[in-house]
Structure formats: C-alpha cells, structure tokens
C-alpha cells in the first residue's frame, strides 16, 4: 500500500498544495513531490504507516505552513519567489490589513452561522414529520385507529425554513465567497450544507409515508435527523480547522 494514502498524509499533502496555489504549476508539483518523497522514506525508516509514525514523520517536516512559507521564499531552483499578497510569506502582514473575509475569526464566525441556521430549519421543518392518530370506538367494542399524515404540508414548511434561515446563509455566504481561507470545493461544500439539510429534512417524511406509512415516516424522519445532524457537525468542524489554519498562514 502506498504509504501517502494514509488520511493525515492525504489531508497534509492537500493543505500544502492549496497554500502553493500562486506557484507555477511545475514549481508546484515539484514541491509536492519532494515532500511526498521525504514522509515515504520517513515511514520506510519507522518499518510501518502507523498513526504514531505517521505523526512524528510531519512533526518532523514541520506544519504545512512552514513548508509553504520556504517554497515561496525559495523556490526549488533555488532562486526567491515572488509570493503574491495573500500567499505564505516569512512577512508579517498587518493584520489591520487583511480583508475582513480573510480574518482568524471568518471561520469561527462562518460555523456559528451555519450552526445557527441549521438549528433554525430543523425547528421549522422538523415538523414535517408530525402525523395525527385518531382512535374510534366501533359498534362490536373495537378500535378503530387511524393514522393521518398531510404530504403536502412538507413543502410549506420547507419553504418557510429556508425563507426565515435564508438571512443567515446569505450572511455566510458573503463571508466565504469573498474569502481565500477555503478552496472552491470548500466554499461549494459551505454553500450547499444548507439547502442540503433542508432538503433531506423536508422530504424524508413523505418518503417514509408512502413507503411504509407511520412507521416509515419515523424511521425516515429520525434517519435523516441524525445523518443531518452527524454529517454536518463532521463537515464543519474540518471546515473550521481548513480556514483557521489558512488564516494563520495568510497571516504570518
């Protein structure tokens, strides 16, 4: 097994090669070639891809930052680069400088947005999953039960989950469209978590219901809670730690 396929190798090789954007693409993957070069050769030493010796090896490359920061200033001809304005430089940038969508707080700011949005549409649509049970005596002594739910009532509460949360997802996205801290996939990521969640959130109901009536309507409806749930808590939070250690390096 190739030993880069490791996923804190994966995810330290992609860092690198976001912040080594601004190098020419021969440059580039020069960079990255050693780099890959030099954790093969350090696993091959330590006899194994474990987590431990995959740690210690980029303990001891040093961060993606400080690598980046080297290629920029010397480039691997050896001559100095030019690093353009946003990109790792040995250069204190003035923090009073930086854009506002390029600031150590975005990311933080970015997350409570999205968390606060998503609250709001689970509140909102989350009853789309309500259904009404009515019980009648029948003439033999019996119950009669009866379980009712309104489909259409989903895309009512849909529409206004996404209309009272679509204020706080605007704000989001002004912040990460307009800021270097992510790549495009992140920010596309950024962007659709929300209409996403809605959507899985909104529909899931009806689908259990015509699937399997009341039963596949709370299997449907706790399935979808918990997977929205799940994969945005998981989304955001290596979301979060992208942009404030790309903030560190436009920063530094």
Known sequence: ??????LLVTQYLDDLARM????????????????????????VER????????SAVLAELGPPEAVAREAYEVGPGGGRQPAPYGAPTMTQTPPGRLPISDRRWVPVAVAILQVLALLLLL??????????VTEVSSSD??????????AGSTVMLLAAGIVMALPLWIGMALLVGNSRLWSARQKVLHLLL??????VIGLSPDLGWLLAGERGLVITSLVALVLVVGVSILLLVRLTMSGRRRSATIAA
């Open 141 to 150: 002594g019996g119950t009669v039960r009866t379980v009712d739910h309104e």
């Open 123 to 132: 509140l909102l649509v989350g009853g789309a999953g309500a259904y009404v």
């Open 47 to 54: 006899r194994g891809a474990t987590d431990a010796n995959v």
């Open 20 to 43: 080594l954007d601004h190098l020419p693409p021969g440059d580039r993957a020069e960079v990255l070639a050693g780099v890959r070069e030099h954790i093969e050769a350090g696993l």
């Open 1 to 6: 097994m190739n030993t880069t396929q490791h």
């Open 194 to 199: 929300l209409p996403a969640c809605a959507l």
